[in-house]
């Protein structure tokens, strides 16, 4: 069910949030948090479908802010907000506002969404795209227990990471470290198995990609060993080598879904290594909602004090 409401206010699109569930006959006492997400036209598509199918396993309010460019010198002086109220079938498991924002109002945007958040539930915001320099001051930002970026949807992604380093408050992540889950389980998985010093590392990937930043200077912090950064033609990351008295530990993933994991004296192994489509990557993030530590850690690299 859709309700489109034009020039509106955000009282008005509650009473249209309380008047969809009545007419499906579906309360809102089963959404677990509020999900916002700060984009523009040409990524909300994709955005809201991601955190629709996110919603399958957390159920939650989503709310969109566009904020919409004016046309005309009158167009930034008058404020109006237009809003599209999805329920049901058409919002995954919870309920979604795609709210667009125009002239003075866009600059206040925290004022229309704070009225829409769900009671006493965690709130997160997501940039899909260009995110504020400093999340956690950033006025939406400030009302999330979690806050969102993806270093791969902007132009500099590693000036935009040294940037994260200098702005981190607890509550920040980033989709370039969720990515990396996989990888960091299977080196952990490895490292348990082989028992022996790491003396040199090595992290293989295509030139200026933030996730592969982020993995060595993780490798870094926990290793304390310097991380050879090795370009090659991706995708992303395409192998991660550890060296050992006893030989190198190595995965090696130069395309595809499969990786090969080679270990001193044991014969190599298939794993899978696929790349993760992004509802997958905010479905991790919203699993759980505190600090995310090991983000800090990877973000400052090598001298980080902080444990697993």
Excluded: C, F
């Excluded at 965690?122 to 995110?131: G, Q």
């Excluded at 940037?163 to 952990?188: C, E, H, I, N």
């Excluded at 060993?225 to 192998?239: C, L, M, N, Q, S």
């Amino acid at each position: 069910m859709r309700i489109d409401l034009t020039d509106t206010t955000a009282s008005r699109i509650n009473k249209a949030l309380v008047q969809g569930r009545r007419a499906l006959g579906t309360p809102a006492v089963g959404m677990v948090l509020t999900m916002v997400i700060v984009t523009d036209e040409e990524n909300a598509y994709d955005a809201i479908r991601a955190s629709e199918e996110a919603s399958h396993e957390h159920p939650s309010r989503t709310l969109v802010v566009i904020r919409r460019q004016a046309r005309t010198p009158r167009d930034r002086t008058r404020s109006k907000l237009d809003a599209e109220v999805r329920v049901g079938a058409d919002a995954g498991t919870g309920e979604t506002v795609v709210l667009r924002l125009y002239g003075e109002v866009s600059e206040h945007a925290d004022s229309v969404v704070l009225p829409l958040l769900l009671p006493d539930a965690p709130v997160v915001v997501w940039w899909p795209a260009e995110a504020p320099q400093n999340p956690a001051e950033d006025p939406l930002g400030a009302l999330a227990q979690r806050r969102i970026t993806d270093l791969y949807a902007v132009e500099n992604p590693l000036e935009a990471l040294d940037m994260r380093v200098r702005s981190y408050a607890p509550g920040d992540t980033d989709l370039a470290w969720t990515r990396l889950t996989p990888w960091r389980s299977m080196l952990a998985a490895a490292l348990d198995q082989a028992r022996t010093r790491v003396t040199w590392a090595a992290v293989e990937a295509e030139a200026d990609n933030p996730a592969a930043e982020l993995l060595a200077r993780w490798l870094e912090a926990r290793l304390e060993v310097t991380v050879d950064r090795v370009v090659t033609a991706g995708p992303v990351v395409t192998a991660v080598r550890l060296g050992t008295g006893d030989g190198e530990i190595v995965i090696d993933r130069p395309e595809g879904p499969l990786a090969t994991l080679s270990l001193p004296g044991q014969p190599p192994r298939s794993l899978a290594l696929k790349v993760r489509a992004t509802s997958e990557l905010i479905a991790e993030e919203l699993r759980r909602l505190d600090a995310d530590e090991m983000y800090a850690v990877a973000l400052r690299g090598k001298g980080s004090k902080e444990n697993v």
